[in-house]
């Protein structure tokens, strides 16, 4: 009998060579950054905190970036990821639809942000810098960058947040093998650390105050500089070879895509996806390019479209995008990672362009198909790729019910083996 | 620039279709098991935990045993693994030798302990059985076994240790995902649960009792039997399949093996690699074989060859094995799967008729290469491996200082993802 390998391998030389840069492509262009203030914003700017080559990859208007090489090389760790077909879902479901996983959990740090943690710590460390300086929350961000830093041998401080810390220590502890550097915010090493600790010495922190404080850290120190896990432009950039080898590897298997589903937080794992496929949808190919967001943080479904802040204390450019305002307290779901107020530029013309479509999944929709995934496929999705793969199998499911049979792939962006407290029920 | 591929894989198609039985080659034959007082233990008495098919493999004199599709079908979901050359480590440790590792860590439970579990759920499926009782103490078994149930659909229940269970819940969150029991042990399911809790009802629990429990309870149900996930000829037996895929892998690659690593605990990691080079040894080939274990629980290096129990309690068979003596009480050492007093049958022979030789590590050494390793190979080593993988690169730095390039191959039995609290270091 022969055995059947269900997952789609592409060899390690055709690792795509380049990044696919959507800005040139955009039927709804993004306006410019502005100051807070509301002033104009030079994108010169931008350069107080990051370095010049990821500016200019921040708003180039070429449609093909070349990778650097020491860049592939690092990719070559675990890249091409398999796309996966989850047969034993499929019949779990009872689908004739075919559904694809595109692994993207085989990372060294457990999930996507690893693409674009390695291209920044690449680009920091050809521009001269030395140290890099980040925020984290449930520290999915943290460990890529840790490990990204370390590949190129940069140092790095993590203001990871407080609650988040004490909750879950074992991202720090992966963090501190990599030697970087890793403090609870508030921290007593800034000035926005020090006022939230003399306000209330018990602080929990939050994301927002984090990044404050790794902004500050970076705009005071020459040798220092900040890096971002999603959002921007040239974060969306580097996670499209996620779409990229979905692209070469579908055409292995003969198959066109009805649907394509990825989760969106900040929206670079959903650009990732989507991005190289929008020329063929401009095209008129009819895919549809669904954003799986939670319902207890609806940006997309629910957000307004216009200028607004990307942190909650309104030190951040004011960007193009769909917002539930930067005051807005999403409830404390499990799925850290989807619980930004505001969306990505690029995500939200997308959306705004009805190029994609925004769809909002419950905790409990979520936690029901982790379940059946973990039974059939047996890998425990993270919290935030389990509301890609349930919009992918309720897809399923309805096509199967209009007599459809479809090709639904979805990104699973992460594992979820350091995030299993979301997973967790009471003894029996 | 050709981006390289440091992992030897082998197709989905050329895994191994058969086990290697080393029991006909031993130069030391095993003695027969003796029942608890010393009497003679007719074979057909295990059959009142174990089926008979897997009584008939733990006796037999077959050299080859052929494996079921079925099982093969499940190896599949990620067998054949990679053979990886670590090339970065070998650079990090300044050695031109050429070190290995065989990645069991990439299986669905993290560990090659999925290898036997998957085996063990199949043959008491076809003999009938619903339902296995079993024991964990870290819990790495206890979710091998509980997938293994899901996939050929029989009930489990886990028995486990509770000091364990409340320190680390994140195994039992997994066991839950799939569907198994996961009860804390001592419990009031058996009578060897109530004694000790009547005894002291905050008991923490032990491996030894938790083992009891299971027993007992497969014992005196018809429908469940008893599963066990090292020690024994058939767990050891299922695992050659690591060997065989590494003696596949390094042919591939042109290589001779001078030295092999695995970590031992039970026996059926160590088994695993080691039984498919005894022949080739036993022909005169140079190929050392290095059983590594904790100095904190030196069973094969300062333990005495002869009958011993299996447990503390004094409840299995008497079994020809170096120990410890079953009393012996290991210091809570970080790496939960090398704490046992004993050793399995063969590979007592093994040591004995000295084809394989023992090392002993220290905790911190194990740690020192953990940190390397992580550091080069951006890969969380289990704390098991960690003392395998401590004893490759010594051996390697050996080498180095006599002026000799060498090949090494140990095996990362499993990734450290859901241990890192054995890894934890102060916030800076």
């Known amino acids: 009998m022969p ?10 030389d055709q690792i795509p060579r380049q990044w696919l840069n959507v800005l040139p492509h955009l039927p709804v262009p993004l306006g410019p950054y502005k100051a807070p203030d509301g ?13 010049p080559n990821l500016v200019d990859q921040e708003f180039s208007d070429q449609p093909i970036i070349a990778i650097p090489e020491p860049i592939l090389e690092a990719y070559a760790m675990w890249r091409p990821t398999p796309l996966v077909r989850a047969r034993r879902l499929e019949k779990a479901l009872g ?7 595109k692994n993207e959990s085989l990372s060294p740090s457990g999930s996507h942000k690893s693409n674009t943690a390695l291209a920044q710590a690449y680009y920091n460390k050809v521009a001269g810098v030395s140290r890099l300086a980040t925020e984290t929350g449930a520290g999915q961000w943290g460990t890529a960058l840790a490990i990204a830093a370390r590949w190129f041998d940069l140092g790095i401080r993590v203001y990871m947040v407080k609650v988040s810390l004490d909750q879950k220590p074992y991202r720090r502890t992966i963090m501190n093998l990599m030697e970087a550097e890793v403090l609870a915010s508030p921290s007593q090493m800034t000035n926005a650390g020090r006022a939230a600790l003399a306000k209330d010495p018990n602080s929990p922190g939050s994301l927002g105050l984090a990044i404050s404080e790794a902004v500050e850290e970076a705009a005071s120190r020459s040798d220092t500089n900040y890096a971002l896990g999603s959002v921007l432009n040239h974060v969306l950039l580097h996670q499209t070879i996620i779409g990229q080898e979905v692209k070469l ?5 003969n198959e066109t895509p009805d649907c394509l589903v990825a989760c969106h937080g900040g929206g670079s794992n959903f650009g990732g996806l989507a991005v190289p496929f929008v020329l063929d949808v401009l095209k008129g190919q009819k895919t549809e390019i669904l954003a799986a967001e939670p319902t207890a943080c609806p940006t ?34 499990h799925a850290g990672g989807l619980r930004y107020h505001g969306a990505s530029p690029i995500v939200s013309s997308l959306i705004k362009s009805k190029i994609a479509s925004p769809v909002a999944v419950s905790a409990d929709e979520a936690y029901r198909y982790t379940r059946l995934f973990a039974q059939s496929e047996y890998i425990v999705p993270a919290p935030e790729s389990s509301h890609a793969l349930a919009i992918a199998c309720q897809k399923a499911l309805a096509w199967e019910k209009e007599g459809r049979v479809g090709v639904v792939v979805f990104v699973l962006s992460g594992h979820g083996l350091l995030d299993l407290s979301a997973y967790e029920s009471p003894l029996p």
Not at 3 to 12: E, Q, Y
Not at 95 to 101: A, D, H, N, Q, T
Not at 249 to 253: E, I, P, S, W
């Open 39 to 51: 002033s104009d914003l030079p994108p010169a700017a931008l350069e107080a905190i990051f370095p």
């Open 3 to 12: 055995l059947i390998d269900d997952a789609i391998s592409l060899p390690k």
């Open 95 to 101: 689908v004739k639809s075919r559904v694809y996983y």
């Open 300 to 333: 997309l479904t629910k957000g307004a479209y216009g200028y607004d802040y990307g942190d909650t204390a309104r030190l951040t450019p004011l960007m193009p995008m769909y917002s539930l305002g930067p005051d807005f307290v999403p409830p404390s779901i």
């Open 249 to 253: 590897q579908l055409a292995l298997a």
